[in-house]
């Protein structure tokens, strides 16, 4: 199947990100109200599975996004179960849950493309026919990517116990139409399932950390208030999904100390970003608050939305989810692995300790607070602080980089319009195309005190590199 391109108008996608506190006082209401309309009736496995999932998917630090449009597909279901899992569920940073939407997606798209046989393939290619069941070969790829086999590990063994009984009634609810086409379906996606796991066993994960770099201007140490340490420094070490190292996703690197160009980012941040700032606007401010958050958990929302507010089928989605997200996980590894190359200070080390930096140019504040601070408030927990990890390059741009790219590059413009509503800062922000979305978080970690301008611009060129390299050695159609 080819690439389904949007209409040069843009169409607005409605995309709500809604908060586990507001789910949670939403599920009663909406639990009693479906109650009352089945009343009488009755359901097949699916569409109950599907009712039980929307009202009980609910985040616990972050917000995830759910599509307002009623189409769904086996593609979209299975990528918010995974989102639930990875996210809520085993509470997964966003580089870490960067590599997990990567395996399940993957594996997800060979399945698909096993049957429809339209692209190359991933990893793999098991034998099928062209009547196997696609919805089950995605629902049977995911759930075994997450929960893994007697003699495989999957990502997330534990939650077997939640998961299998979702599957069951899923895959229950699927037609076997011609007979034996929904069995046939479930081994292809575990052929899938087991490529992917098998491939990604020794890649690096949860593995050595990064050499802490000494005391020195210019160099990154824990930051106040919470002085944490990185939760995933490994990341970086990751063998990528794409490219051939991460190393090839090099950055030039933040600015000299001495230099002109690192004072003018030093004095933006530290005007713009302050937690005090007299010139950021209520605007900014908003950006700043509404763009913290779990990225991958919010773009995989969007995909989803597009999916359906696109018309896209099973063998298009399958194919947008597994380019976004594996472009998204060398995105991470790409730039934690440069995190640690550059190991840069965060703008709140540097303002406090300017007097240390050899730029004339910097004046020094020694009670400097971001945007990014425990008093500012937000709709959400956790608490706004400086992230725990080097400045340089941004994590955020990484990702919204590899993602916007993306999205471009799948759908062929980059004008289709998204209004998106953070539960993070309750506001709803609007973008008529997807390049609007990059550009503002490139300034929104500015605006939020909490990186320097390059860090973001070179993240953001990182992000595009591996959706570019993408583009041209992966996913080519078969003729």
């Not at 949670?24 to 309309?37: D, F, G, H, V, W």
């Not at 599975?49 to 616990?60: D, M, S």
């Not at 037609?175 to 890649?203: C, K, Y």
Request: charged letters at 15%; a neutral charge; hydrophobic letters at 40%.
């Amino acid at each position: 199947m080819g690439v389904l391109h949007a209409q040069a108008s843009p169409k607005k996608i409605s995309i709500h990100l809604i908060t586990l506190l507001a789910v949670s006082r939403l599920i009663p209401m909406k639990a009693n109200y479906e109650t009352q309309k089945k009343k009488g009736t009755t359901m097949n496995p699916l569409t109950q599975f599907k009712k039980i999932l929307t009202l009980l998917i609910a985040p616990a630090l972050v917000a995830i996004v759910l599509p307002t449009v009623s189409r769904a597909d086996a593609v979209t279901d299975w990528n918010l179960i995974a989102s639930n899992a990875i996210v809520v569920t085993a509470l997964q940073p966003p580089p870490v849950s960067a590599l997990s939407f990567a395996m399940v997606q993957g594996a997800v798209y060979d399945a698909v493309n096993a049957i429809d046989r339209g692209h190359q393939p991933y990893l793999a290619q098991p034998p099928s026919n062209p009547t196997d069941s696609k919805e089950a070969a995605t629902a049977a790829a995911a759930y075994r990517v997450l929960v893994g086999f007697d003699d495989l590990l999957g990502l997330f063994p534990s939650q077997q116990p939640t998961l299998q009984p979702q599957y069951d009634a899923y895959i229950a609810g699927l037609p076997d139409n011609p007979p034996g086409s929904r069995n046939a379906g479930v081994a292809i996606g575990e052929a899938t399932a087991r490529a992917m796991l098998t491939n990604r066993q020794n890649d690096g994960r949860f593995g050595r950390s990064p050499t802490p770099y000494p005391v020195a201007p210019g160099i990154w140490r824990p930051t106040p208030p919470n002085y944490a340490s990185d939760p995933a420094p490994w990341v970086g070490n990751v063998r990528p999904f794409l490219v051939p190292s991460a190393e090839m996703l090099r950055t030039d690197g933040p600015n000299a100390l001495t230099s002109a160009a690192y004072a003018e980012d030093f004095n933006e941040v530290k005007e713009l970003g302050s937690l005090y700032s007299t010139t950021r606007t209520a605007d900014q401010t908003d950006a700043a608050i509404f763009w913290q958050g779990h990225a991958h958990a919010l773009f995989n929302g969007i995909f989803r939305t597009l999916a359906a507010s696109q018309g896209l089928d099973i063998v298009d989605s399958a194919r947008l989810f597994a380019m976004e997200n594996l472009a998204a996980a060398d995105a991470a590894i790409g730039c934690w692995n440069d995190k640690y190359y550059w190991q840069f200070w965060r703008p709140i080390t540097a303002i406090r300790e300017a007097d240390t930096d050899g730029n004339p140019a910097t004046e020094p504040d020694p009670t400097w607070l971001p945007l990014f601070d425990p008093s500012t408030p937000v709709c959400a927990l956790p608490s706004l602080v400086t992230p725990p990890f080097p400045d340089h390059p941004s994590g955020h741009a990484c990702a919204t980089g590899a993602f916007v790219h993306t999205l471009q590059n799948f759908f062929g413009t980059d004008k289709i319009a998204v209004s998106v509503f953070s539960g993070k800062s309750c506001t709803t922000r609007s973008f008529e195309r997807f390049s609007d979305m990059l550009s503002e978080v490139i300034d929104a970690r500015v605006w939020a005190g909490i990186h320097f301008r390059t860090a973001d611009v070179q993240g953001s060129v990182l992000g595009k590199k591996v959706a570019q390299y993408l583009k041209k050695h992966y996913f080519q159609p078969v003729h």
